[in-house]
C-alpha cells in the first residue's frame, strides 16, 4: 500500500507553526497578520473555500475581513474596493475568490491586485518571481504541492515529474517550481497533447490538475510512482447529505494500488492551498507592517 500524503495533517502542522509567529509577533508589539477576502455572487463552492480560509485565519491568530458581493456588481465598482484594500494599511494581503461572474474580467482584476498583497500568487510579478531566489508571495497550489512533497522528505532533484493539466493558476507555475526549485525534469501535458499515457508513464513524480474524475488510470501511472491529484470536482453522490462527493482526477483505488505516495481526495492538495495562503499572509504581514 502507498503512503497517504496527509495535507490535513500537514496544513494542520503548518497551521499550529504560524500561530506561534503570530503571537510572537503580538508579544513584540506588532498586530496580527491582516487578510480581506473579496467573493462576488453565490457560488456554494466559492464559499465552501472562503469558509475554510476564515476558519483557518481563526486557527493561526489572523484578524480577517470578508467583502461579499452581488453578482451584478460592476468591474468598474469591484476594481475600486480593490484599489482601497491596496491602499489601505491595516490590510497585509488579500484575495479575490474565483470564479468571477462573465461580465468581470479575471485578469483585469487580478493584475489590479498589488503584487506585495497579492497572497493567492496570482499576479503576474509574482508568477515571475518563481525563478527569482528570493520570492516574497508564491502561487497558492503549487507552492502547497512542492511543500507537500518537502514535508515528506520526497526528493525532486533529477526526477523525472510530469504534470496534466497547464492552468495559470496550477500547472504552469508548478512546472517551473518543479524545475526551478525542485531540480526536477518536467514535462507539462495539456488538451492537445497527442498520447498522454506514453508521458505519464515516465513519471516518478505525477501531478494531475485538469478537473475530469477518472482521466488518470493504474495503466497510466508507472510503478512506484509519487501521484499528485490536485483534482477537485463535485460529483452527484444521493448518499451524501449535500447531495455530491468530491472527485479528483486520478482513479484513486486502482491508481493507490501501484503509487509509493499518492494523495487522496478530499484531503490532500486541499487544505495545502489554504496553508499556502496561511504562510503568503504572514509573509505579506513581516513585508508590509
Ligand atoms: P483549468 O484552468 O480548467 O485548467 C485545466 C487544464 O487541464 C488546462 O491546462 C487544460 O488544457 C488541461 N486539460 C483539459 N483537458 C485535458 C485532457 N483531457 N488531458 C490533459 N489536459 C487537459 O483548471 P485549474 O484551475 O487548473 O484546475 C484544475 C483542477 O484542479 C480543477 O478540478 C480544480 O477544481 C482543481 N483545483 C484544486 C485546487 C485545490 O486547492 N485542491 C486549487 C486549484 C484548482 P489547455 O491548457 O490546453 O486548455
Given at each position: 500500500m502507498p503512503?497517504?500524503?496527509?495535507?490535513?495533517k500537514i496544513s494542520s502542522d503548518i497551521k499550529a507553526e504560524i500561530k506561534l509567529k503570530v503571537e510572537k509577533m503580538k508579544d513584540a508589539g506588532q498586530r496580527a497578520p491582516h487578510l480581506a477576502i473579496?467573493?462576488?455572487g453565490d457560488d456554494g463552492a466559492s464559499h465552501t473555500y472562503v469558509d475554510g480560509k476564515i476558519k483557518a485565519c481563526k486557527a493561526v491568530g489572523f484578524d480577517y475581513t470578508l467583502m461579499q458581493f452581488a453578482a451584478t456588481i460592476s468591474e468598474e465598482k469591484l476594481l475600486k474596493h480593490v484599489d482601497q484594500l491596496n491602499s489601505d494599511s491595516d490590510i497585509d494581503g488579500f484575495i479575490v475568490q474565483l470564479p468571477l461572474p462573465e461580465h468581470i474580467s479575471v485578469e483585469r482584476v487580478t493584475e489590479s491586485i498589488s503584487p506585495?498583497?497579492?497572497?493567492?500568487?496570482?499576479?503576474?510579478?509574482?508568477?515571475?518571481?518563481?525563478?527569482?531566489?528570493?520570492?516574497?508571495?508564491?502561487?497558492?497550489?503549487?507552492?502547497?504541492?512542492?511543500?507537500?512533497?518537502?514535508?515528506?522528505?520526497?526528493?525532486?532533484?533529477?526526477?523525472?515529474?510530469?504534470?496534466?493539466?497547464a492552468s495559470r493558476l496550477v500547472g504552469a507555475p508548478l512546472a517551473l517550481m518543479m524545475s526551478h526549485t525542485g531540480h526536477a525534469t518536467v514535462t507539462l501535458c495539456h488538451k492537445y497533447t497527442k498520447d498522454l499515457s506514453s508521458h505519464t508513464q515516465k513519471a516518478d513524480i505525477?501531478?494531475?490538475?485538469?478537473?475530469?474524475?477518472?482521466?488518470?488510470?493504474?495503466?497510466?501511472?508507472?510503478?512506484?510512482?509519487?501521484?499528485?491529484?490536485?483534482?477537485?470536482?463535485?460529483?452527484?453522490?444521493?448518499?451524501?447529505?449535500?447531495?455530491?462527493?468530491?472527485?479528483?482526477?486520478?482513479?484513486?483505488?486502482?491508481?493507490?494500488?501501484?503509487?509509493?505516495?499518492i494523495t487522496p481526495v478530499p484531503g490532500g492538495v486541499g487544505p495545502m492551498t489554504i496553508a499556502s495562503l496561511m504562510i503568503n499572509t504572514l509573509r505579506a504581514a513581516r513585508h508590509n507592517q
Open positions: 503512503t497517504l500524503l496527509d495535507g490535513r473579496i467573493i462576488v506585495d498583497k497579492d497572497v493567492d500568487g496570482f499576479v503576474n510579478q509574482n508568477f515571475g518571481s518563481i525563478i527569482s531566489d528570493s520570492p516574497l508571495l508564491m502561487p497558492a497550489t503549487p507552492f502547497g504541492v512542492m511543500e507537500l512533497l518537502k514535508r515528506y522528505e520526497i526528493d525532486t532533484k533529477g526526477k523525472d515529474c510530469v504534470i496534466v493539466g505525477l501531478v494531475v490538475a485538469v478537473g475530469k474524475p477518472n482521466l488518470i488510470t493504474r495503466e497510466m501511472v508507472k510503478e512506484g510512482a509519487v501521484v499528485i491529484d490536485v483534482g477537485t470536482t463535485r460529483v452527484a453522490d444521493a448518499t451524501k447529505k449535500t447531495g455530491f462527493k468530491l472527485s479528483g482526477d486520478v482513479d484513486f483505488e486502482n491508481v493507490s494500488k501501484i503509487a509509493s505516495y
